[in-house]
């Protein structure tokens, strides 16, 4: 079982990114995927979770109306996409995912079981 990320780097405030979290040796189809990240210095932070069936999304306060969680069954991938990026989004993103029921993600570390290595995120002028 493997999480990948991908599609993080340098981008200007104002800017956007999408990343991907891509599994192997398992269905999303059957699993919950979240996004969290962690900043120097911080605890690991829920930012966006979608449930297996793709129809529950949650998003944390400080990123609802600048990201959007999706997720593509046949390429077997989740995105992220970033807008309106702000100095303090800068973190390692990681992507999780857990055998939840259709209509649940959960925004707590707690509610994952497979994890990725995390990809970097710097938004600085």
């Known amino acids: 079982l493997q999480l990948v990320e991908s599609g993080g780097g340098l981008v200007q405030p104002g800017g956007s990114l999408r990343l991907s979290c891509q599994a192997s040796?398992?269905?999303?189809?059957?699993?919950?995927v979240g996004w969290f990240r962690q900043a120097p210095g911080k605890e690991r932070e829920g930012v966006s979770c979608?449930?297996?069936?793709?129809?529950?999304?949650n998003y944390a306060d400080s990123v609802k109306g600048r990201f959007t969680i999706s997720k593509d069954n046949a390429k077997n991938t989740v995105y992220l996409q970033m807008n309106s990026l702000k100095p303090e989004d800068t973190a390692v993103y990681y992507c999780a995912a857990d055998n939840s029921g259709d209509y649940y993600c959960g925004m707590s570390q707690s509610d994952y079981d497979y994890w990725g290595q995390g990809t970097q995120v710097t938004v600085s002028s």
């Open positions: 040796g398992l269905s999303l189809d059957n699993y919950a």
């Open positions: 979608i449930s297996s069936s793709g129809k529950t999304t």
